[in-house]
């Protein structure tokens, strides 16, 4: 077949361009599709967010990211990676969401939303998990002053905001809106931030909550958002708390449909069933990045996940190669 691609990769991220780069090197027939920009989960971060991990921990193919500070922000991170895929002319088709991975034989079909297929004898799964909030599960969870995403502070200007959650993202936030003049009141499920919060932010935040700059309640449920109101429960007392916006800041979730009507077992924790090779037990279909992880999305990040990469590709040369042996066998015989 003539548009038979050795290796589609599904996701145009780091873990995903680290495997079209491995991919590349190993002279494969691959594809990197994506259904946003390169990087999209980055490029949808805060404007001013700065990484936890330093720049050469969130490198990849080798290739140096040379900048002023040990740890890049969201700007410096999207040149980086789209340097990084136009260095290698990683072939990439934008803007392509995959809805649907079918199995034919020994090869898969992939079916796009304008309704074109794309065949590949293997496929990666890079998706991430950003594009699927954790959703509280809440009447008013979707009236429009509601947001599982938090992109800058001036819109939120002389507003009260709340914010849910108490992790990084809901950390950042609020020390953010803090500083541009917003009035922010966070509620937090636990009686204290979450471990997995940038250590340097914390300290910061305690201090303006202290100071009385940010109200924080926690040990709190929420129950109910309406278009003036924040409903939650704290040591069993209901409490009704005004707010112009609200950002439900909970986390995400990887979207595991892809793998699961692909035929991949996934667990009560949205974890793949895989390999130490990341192959699923769909043979040739390959999970890389937070796609592992499941819920456990704190698991994996980029500094960790890009090493994904060499392993998947090393074994999907070693049995392409083994294949391409046996054909050749077989037609001489």
């Known amino acids: 077949m003539a548009d038979l691609y050795d290796l589609i990769i599904i996701g145009a991220g780091p873990c995903g361009l680290a495997c079209g780069i491995e991919a590349h090197k190993a002279s494969l027939r691959y594809l990197i599709v994506e259904q946003g920009s390169i990087a999209e989960s980055i490029r949808?971060?805060?404007v001013h967010m700065r990484f936890f991990s330093t720049a050469d921990n969130i490198s990849i193919g080798g290739i140096p990211f040379a900048i002023a500070d040990a740890k890049a922000n969201r700007s410096e991170a999207l040149q980086y990676y789209r340097k990084v895929s136009e260095y290698f002319q990683l072939h990439i088709r934008l803007y392509t969401r995959i809805e649907r991975i079918e199995l034919q034989g020994d090869s898969f079909v992939l079916h796009t939303?304008?309704?074109e297929?794309?065949?590949?004898r293997a496929v990666v799964v890079a998706t991430g998990y950003f594009t699927r909030p954790r959703l509280l599960?809440?009447?008013?969870e979707d009236l429009p002053h509601v947001s599982h995403y938090y992109k800058e502070p001036f819109e939120y200007v002389h507003q009260r905001v709340v914010i849910i959650g108490g992790g990084n993202s809901a950390v950042e936030a609020a020390l953010d809106l803090y500083r541009h003049g917003a009035k922010v009141h966070m509620l937090v499920r636990g009686q204290d931030f979450k471990p997995t919060a940038k250590y340097w932010l914390v300290p910061d935040l305690k201090r303006r909550i202290a100071?009385?700059?940010i109200q924080a309640s926690f040990g709190c449920q929420v129950q109910r958002i309406t278009p003036t109101i924040v409903e939650y429960t704290q040591q069993g007392q209901v409490h009704r708390l005004p707010a112009d916006f609200v950002l439900a800041l909970t986390g995400y979730l990887p979207d595991d449909s892809l793998l699961r009507q692909a035929g991949v077992k996934v667990d009560n924790e949205l974890v793949p069933q895989h390999n130490e090779h990341f192959e699923t037990n769909v043979k040739g279909l390959y999970v890389a990045g937070t796609a592992i992880c499941g819920i456990h999305t704190e698991k994996v990040y980029i500094e960790n996940g890009r090493?994904?990469?060499p392993v998947i590709i090393k074994h999907l040369s070693r049995r392409l190669q083994n294949e391409s042996t046996i054909g050749t066998q077989r037609s001489a015989h």
């Open 137 to 140: 599960q809440v009447e008013g």
């Open 117 to 120: 297929q794309l065949h590949s």
């Open 307 to 309: 090493l994904h990469a």
């Open 44 to 46: 949808r971060y805060p």
């Open 113 to 115: 939303h304008r309704g």
């Open 211 to 213: 100071e009385g700059h």
